[in-house]
């Protein structure tokens, strides 16, 4: 090929390589979420109760144990599972019992859920329960929240706050 | 595999073969694929630190410092951060093509193991690098990345708190995280220079930096790109809200919605799999090992030469064993080396008018002697036609198939021809013209067959052709795998060229012996 022809074919070789680089560099444009929809994000991470409660040691209990170890009580590390439901204007979304984490059962249970809703006036109603005292849940929160679209809503779980927390 | 392979073989032939129409054989791009890849490295490196001076540390000012540098700043902040992304997109591009060539060359197995081993964790610390990059602008593409990113870590079972929750809402957001960002876009890059060096470890005389001509090329057109089509932040980060509709970089983040759609199980099994895979890809199936190359201490004067042309630092000249009264005595590390044979090219010893002794050169390749290789010759020659004149063509494993194309002797490699099996050739009457062929120009499979050829042919590098003989008779054509009808078209040419050229003078004396010493 004669040498003018072959700089012209170099020149578009670098200009077709530029414009692939600077196409895929930001085309095609990705549609993550829905822009007519509201989020909300479940996420929590709470240590419920143990599944036994701490007790003392009896004297003979506690003359067994190494002279460096010896203390009043002994507490089961092991915690009870974490039900959490959430309810928005009524349906129940979310409605899950989780076990607590940690290789012996004795960590936090955690729960991250993103969930898509319309958005608007909504009543979202939180519940979680930690213990294993029979019948209601332990905390409760009830909430008129108003989503704009687009928005993401964050209702997160604080026990030494009080309970649930919109953030 | 070898069925795979081949058909990408054959697209980088052809694509090879369409750029060497527009490019010098040295300036193709994809026989520059890993240079290139450090030139890119090199400019994200040298914009990184200018960008670095005028970016903002700390999580809530981050996006302002970026957003003046695109906009006040934007002939130069805004350029170089431009020249970033670009050469970064750059860099995964030749990466990936440079990984699929040496596969589909079969460069990848055997004594290269070590090169592909070291290039799995340079492949996944570029994309580490690249994806905590577009963390920093903290923008909505950066919140994109940090959630989906923090998420997919989440689905392993390693974090007592879910790492995802430090963006559940924009009070969470914390700096420390935010710094920890920063200092891996540093550490990850320095990390992988340090690889990248090892990965040359086993490479004698790496190509490193790309010809000055590809080198302008490449320069300009990110330089083009920057100008024309800056990089641009997607509005502030706002954990409050979705991001909604998000401008991808398809190169480094584009398995990002795959991660975010479909199970951790899935995802990280599937990583995990194509991670172990290409990790056990060498010895999937192994290659089968040829003979490595052999030292006959007797035949060998520690002349250095096979030890300066092996492409693979496979020879080393170590003491003499066994008293002969050389400084030195080659010795190959088999675990090194190719068996590209080369080294028996470059070794005074191989001289085929040697016929005092049996010719046992002082390199060698077990599986293919320059012994049987005179023999080959001489049956070769001695069949060839007398009804136009004769050539006898010298190509090897990695250009045109030879099989079944009469006057052709194979070799390991075109550079394990001793310049003067050529000599011999046309004074023994064996042929009136010979023509060199292999790989495509300045894409030898073995890197330095043909340079080193070249150079012995011109007289620039020893063992050189001797001046006797005449140069019109002596061709060569780069002509690659898939340049049959280049090849029959030269040999026909050739030919023609030939019954009108000046007659060899035949000697009449017997060529004289060259030993080994004298010719040192
Ligand atoms: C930033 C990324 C990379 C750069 C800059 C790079 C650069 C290079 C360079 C300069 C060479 C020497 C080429 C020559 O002089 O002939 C080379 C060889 C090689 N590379 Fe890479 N490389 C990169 C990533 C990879 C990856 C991801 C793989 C595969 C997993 C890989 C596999 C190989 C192999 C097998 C060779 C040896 C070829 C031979 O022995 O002939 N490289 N690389
Ligand atoms: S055969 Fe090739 S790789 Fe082996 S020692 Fe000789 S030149 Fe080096
Ligand atoms: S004589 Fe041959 S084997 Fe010995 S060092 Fe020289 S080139 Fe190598």
């Known amino acids: ?78 915690r009870l599972p974490v039900h959490v439901q959430l309810l928005v204007d009524g349906d129940l979304v979310f409605d899950e019992v989780v076990a607590p984490g940690g290789l012996a059962g004795d960590g936090p249970a955690r729960i991250y859920r993103k969930l898509i809703v319309e958005p608007g006036q909504r009543e979202l109603v939180a519940r979680l329960k930690d213990s294993d005292r029979p019948g209601a849940f332990d905390y409760e929160m009830r909430a008129e929240v108003s989503l704009a679209p687009q928005q993401s809503l964050a209702v997160d779980f604080r026990a030494d706050a009080g309970g649930f927390v919109l953030r | 595999m070898d069925h795979a392979r081949r058909p990408l073989r054959w697209l980088f032939d052809r694509a090879e073969a369409a ?74 591009v030749v990466m990936l093509l440079h990984l699929l060539r040496e596969w589909s060359l079969d460069r990848y197995r055997g004594v290269r193991w070590f090169s592909w081993i070291i290039g799995v964790p340079i492949l996944v610390l570029v994309y580490v690098a690249g994806i905590t990059g577009y963390w920093l602008v903290w923008d909505r593409l950066a919140q994109y990345v940090a959630i989906v990113s923090t998420e997919w870590l989440d689905q392993l079972p390693f974090f007592a708190e879910p790492v ?119 010895w999937l199936p192994p290659l089968r090992k040829p003979a490595v190359a052999r030292v006959d201490l007797g035949n060998c004067n520690g002349c250095a030469r096979c030890a300066a042309d092996c492409p693979y ?3 080393a000249m170590v003491g003499r064993s066994d008293g002969l009264p050389f400084s030195a005595e080659a010795q190959v590390d088999p675990s090194l080396c190719v068996a590209c044979g080369i080294c028996a090219g470059a070794c005074p010893t191989a001289m085929p008018f040697r016929r005092a002794s049996a010719l046992v050169p002082g390199i060698d390749l077990p599986e293919l ?28 494993r990695h250009g045109v198939p030879l099989d079944g194309l009469r006057g052709a002797v194979a070799l390991a490699c075109t550079g394990q021809l001793p310049p003067s099996f050529i000599d011999y050739v046309l004074s023994k009457d064996l042929a009136e013209g010979v023509l060199l062929t292999g790989c495509r120009e300045a894409a030898c499979y073995n890197r330095f067959g043909i340079d080193w050829t070249k150079a012995r042919l011109a007289g620039s590098r020893d063992p050189q052709l001797r001046r006797r003989v005449p140069r019109e008779r002596v061709r060569t054509i780069w002509a690659g795998r898939l340049g049959a009808a280049r090849l029959a078209a030269a040999v026909a040419e050739f030919q023609r060229d030939l019954a009108t050229a000046a007659p060899l003078p035949r000697p009449a004396a017997p060529a004289p012996h060259h030993l080994a010493a004298s010719d040192a």
Not at chain 1, 33 to 38: I, V
Not at chain 2, 32 to 42: C, E, I, T
Not at chain 2, 254 to 278: D, F, R, S, V
């Open chain 1, 1 to 78: 090929m004669r040498e003018p022809l072959r700089w012209a074919g170099q020149t578009v070789f670098f200009v077709a390589i530029a414009a692939m680089v600077g196409l895929f560099a930001s085309w095609p444009s990705y549609r993550q979420f829905p822009e007519d929809q509201a989020q909300i994000k479940l996420s929590l991470s709470h240590g419920a109760q143990r599944v036994e409660a701490c007790r003392r040691l009896s004297a003979e209990e506690i003359a067994k144990l190494p002279p460096a170890e010896r203390r009043p009580n002994t507490c089961a590390r092991e």
């Open chain 2, 19 to 92: 750029l060497g129409t527009i490019f010098p054989p040295a300036w193709n791009p994809l026989v520059n694929l890993g240079a290139l890849g450090f030139f890119f490295y090199w400019i994200i490196t040298a914009s990184g630190i200018y960008v670095y001076i005028f970016f903002d540390t700390g999580v809530h000012q981050a996006f302002d410092s970026v957003e003046y540098m695109t906009h006040e700043q934007w002939y130069l902040a805004g350029v170089m951060r431009s020249l970033h992304r670009y050469a970064s997109d750059g860099l995964v």
């Open chain 2, 164 to 282: 995802a929750r430090n963006f559940l809402a924009p009070d969470a957001l914390e700096s420390r995280f935010f710094t920890l960002m920063i200092f891996m876009h540093i550490a990850v890059p320095l990390i992988t220079l340090v690889l990248l060096w090892v990965h040359l470890q086993r490479i004698t005389k790496p190509r490193i930096n790309p010809p000055r001509g590809l080198m302008v090329g490449a320069f300009l057109s990110l330089l083009a790109l920057s100008l024309v089509h800056p990089a641009l932040s997607q509005g502030p980060a706002d954990l409050a809200r979705v991001p909604g509709t998000l401008q991808l970089d398809w190169f480094y983040l584009g398995l990002y919605p795959l991660l975010e759609h479909l199970p951790g199980p899935l995802t990280w099994g599937a990583a995990a799999t194509l991670l172990i895979i290409l990790l056990a890809m060498p």
């Open chain 2, 313 to 315: 630092a496979a020879i």
């Open chain 2, 369 to 396: 002697t320059i012994a049987a290789l005179r023999e080959e010759v001489e049956r070769v020659g001695r069949a060839l036609p007398r009804d136009a004149p004769r050539v006898l063509v010298f190509g090897c």
